[in-house]
């Protein structure tokens, strides 16, 4: 009998997000809206590369574009690792870089 593991609905409050996972789906709820987790993530990626690419144009950037680089490569092992809520952590990550 092949028997298929349910995904449980996950409250996200749990680390500190307040949006909702969905069985399936891996849909984030915002401002009365749906977005796909993978479509704003890799939005997100590309936002934060062109935001390490001016810290590593300014000479005080150095620091800036250290953590940046430790943003994105915790975003990669997210992906890799196929974990919901660590591309979740990761995305909330990168949306508060600045």
Do not use: H
């Amino acid at each position: 009998m092949n028997q298929q593991k349910a995904k449980p609905e996950l409250v996200l409050s749990e680390i500190g997000l307040s949006s909702w996972l969905w069985p399936g789906g891996t849909t984030i709820k915002r401002r009365n809206e749906m977005s796909s987790v993978g479509e704003d993530f890799s939005k997100e990626k590309a936002r934060v590369r062109e935001l390490l690419n001016v810290y590593r144009s300014i000479p005080q950037g150095a620091f800036g574009a250290v953590m940046l680089e430790d943003v994105l490569r915790r975003a990669d092992q997210a992906v890799m690792s196929e974990d919901p809520l660590a591309i979740l952590r990761s995305y909330e990550e990168m949306k508060g870089c600045e």
